[in-house]
Nanobody, 124 residues
Framework: QLAESGGGLVQAGDSLRLSCAATGGTFSEYAMGWLRQAPGKGRVSVAAISRTGEITYYAEPVRGRFTISVDNDKKKMYLQMNNLKPEETDVYYC???????????????????WGQGTQVTVSS
């Protein structure tokens, strides 16, 4: 199971750090990612990291501002979000894809483990 925390209400330009804690299973077997979802729309990948943590990938709008990381010993994943923008207001989900591969997972349908989501609201 996955559980997100760290969401909240911030002003434009502020920072937030989301956390995703895993229970059960072997965390290092999962490629992980953060996805966002607006009301009435599908989930969209924001950032992804390989199961070893060596490879990361970001959606173009967040490159240079967001940083994804994992701590396999603590079974946790993080998303540091800096200089947040109002249009980034959404529910953010952490997700895991159990894989033997060494690359990242980007497609929503490949993820087989999900958290409950955490609301991020950025006011202007």
């Amino acid at each position: 199971q996955l559980a997100e925390s760290g969401g909240g209400l911030v002003q434009a330009g502020d920072s937030l750090r989301l956390s995703c804690a895993a229970t059960g299973g072997t965390f290092s077997e999962y490629a992980m990612g953060w996805l966002r979802q607006a009301p009435g729309k599908g989930r969209v990948s924001v950032a992804a990291i390989s199961r070893t943590g060596e490879i990361t990938y970001y959606a173009e709008p967040v490159r240079g501002r967001f940083t994804i990381s994992v701590d396999n010993d603590k079974k946790k994943m993080y998303l540091q979000m800096n200089n947040l923008k109002p249009e980034e207001t959404d529910v953010y989900y952490c997700a895991g894809h159990r894989t033997l591969g060494l690359g990242i997972t980007w497609t929503e349908s490949k993820y087989d483990l999900w958290g409950q989501g955490t609301q991020v609201t950025v006011s202007s």
